[in-house]
């Protein structure tokens, strides 16, 4: 049996993550680049415009409350990976 793992170094600051990943990130982060539809079964989809600028479904809900409250889980998501790749940040320090 192989196990297999991966570590990361964050004085290379090599995360493994593509250019084009973070960049789709970043404009995940911005609430003007999603929207809700009404699908003809009732429910609402939340969609986010990709790089290429084409509309991407997410995730759909019962409710226009629930898919803009799924958009903003979305983006407070993003917006946490972001901050991951800067590396960690510093709680305590000592003396």
């Known amino acids: 049996m192989r196990i297999y793992y991966k570590t990361y170094s964050w004085s290379t600051n090599d995360t493994g993550v593509t250019?084009?990943?973070?960049?789709?990130?970043?404009?995940?982060?911005?609430?003007?680049?999603?929207?809700?539809?009404?699908?003809?079964n009732g429910f609402f989809q939340a969609e986010y415009l990709d790089l290429e600028e084409n509309w991407q479904d997410a995730t759909r809900r019962e409710t226009l409350d629930g898919a803009e409250a799924a958009i903003?889980?979305?983006?407070?998501?993003?917006?946490?990976?972001?901050?991951?790749?800067?590396?960690p940040t510093v709680v305590k320090t000592f003396e």
């Open 72 to 87: 903003d889980g979305s983006i407070e998501h993003y917006t946490k990976k972001l901050a991951f790749l800067k590396g």
């Open 19 to 40: 250019e084009k990943t973070v960049d789709l990130w970043q404009k995940l982060t911005e609430k003007k680049n999603w929207r809700i539809v009404q699908l003809v």
